[in-house]
């Protein structure tokens, strides 16, 4: 059967579904990936030292192992496996009335939310750029996005593990697939990361504090390979502006005090989202406003 035949609303159907699947894989690297980076720099950190090893439960913890496929998903509290009938995407959760099986300890909706939102954004990405292959190159760039914003949301953490292979992505997709040059999108990567870089070192040299975080620069550097250094403006000011009306917004509520850190990789992600989707627009929109077209 050929699916090129078959309706778009059927296609749309088929790509969210797919979403899901990736959502519940998604899931998992958001869980998993930080507890993986900190044993991995534990064990390098013990091997620098040349400490001792001890036969603790908890060192047998440690050394077990863990990566995205092993151990098997289980519950927090009681340390059931979570059977395949329970690991479906959001219909498990419903079914299950967002409790463990076993001892009905409240799972988190953000599980279920982040397989929506995988759903939501191939489904985006389609409607956007169609059934084409830049559609599933930047359905790649924004499920990055979304595992990137959930860590560093948990953690105040941008991995290389996922910054570095992006902005490869980004300027491999440039060659190609995707309609930026490569021209653009090797001095998109290279902006990105210096202004950030730049920006970073200003303000600890007039402060004495960090205010930013390196990931920060290498994310802002994937997003220039990807969309160009022509929109790299637009994106930090997006970015800028909601990370400001969301700081201000938590100490308004006192859900958090002033000076404590926000992560910036969700605003920058957010930035990059909506550069990517409207834009061209937005610039069109301010040249016209400007009076200079």
């Keep these: 059967m050929d699916v090129t035949q078959l309706p778009a609303s059927w296609l749309y159907i088929f790509a969210a579904l797919f979403g899901l699947v990736f959502g519940s894989f998604f899931n998992v690297v958001i869980a998993r990936l930080p507890v993986m980076m900190q044993r991995a720099w534990q064990r390098e950190v013990a091997a620098a030292s040349q400490a001792p090893a001890t036969k603790t439960k908890a060192s047998h913890a440690d050394t077990a192992p863990f990566n995205l496929a092993t151990p098997r998903s ?4 009681c340390k059931q496996p979570v059977a395949a009938r329970d ?16 001892c009905s300890t409240r799972i988190s909706v953000r599980y279920p939310a982040v397989e ?70 090797i001095i998109g990567a290279v902006v990105g990361y210096a202004f950030l870089w730049s920006l970073f070192w200003l303000f ?22 990807w969309l160009g250094w022509q929109l790299l403006p637009m994106v930090v000011l997006l970015a800028s502006l909601a990370g400001a009306l969301v700081g201000i917004g938590l100490i308004v509520t006192k859900r958090k005090a002033q000076g404590t850190p926000l992560p910036f990789g969700p605003f920058l992600a957010m930035g990059g989202v909506a550069a990517l989707l409207v834009g061209d627009n937005l610039y069109h929109w301010y040249w016209q406003w400007a009076g200079l077209v």
């Excluded at 289980?74 to 509290?77: H, S």
């Excluded at 600890?204 to 390979?225: C, N, R, V």
């Design 74 to 77: 289980q519950c927090p509290q």
């Design 87 to 102: 690991n479906i995407p959001v219909l498990s959760y419903i079914l299950l009335r967002g409790r463990c099986r076993h």
């Design 116 to 185: 929506l939102l995988s759903a939501g954004l191939i489904v985006l990405s389609l409607t956007v750029f169609g059934f084409s292959a830049e559609a599933l190159a930047y359905t790649v760039l924004l499920w990055f996005l979304l595992v990137l914003s959930m860590i560093d949301l948990d953690h105040m953490l941008l991995p290389d593990q996922l910054t570095l292979p992006l902005m490869w992505l980004g300027l491999l997709g440039s060659i190609s697939v995707l309609p930026v040059s490569p021209t653009d999108a």
């Design 204 to 225: 600890k040299l007039l402060t004495g504090k960090e205010g930013l975080g390196y990931g920060d620069f290498k994310l802002l550097a994937a997003l220039g390979a």
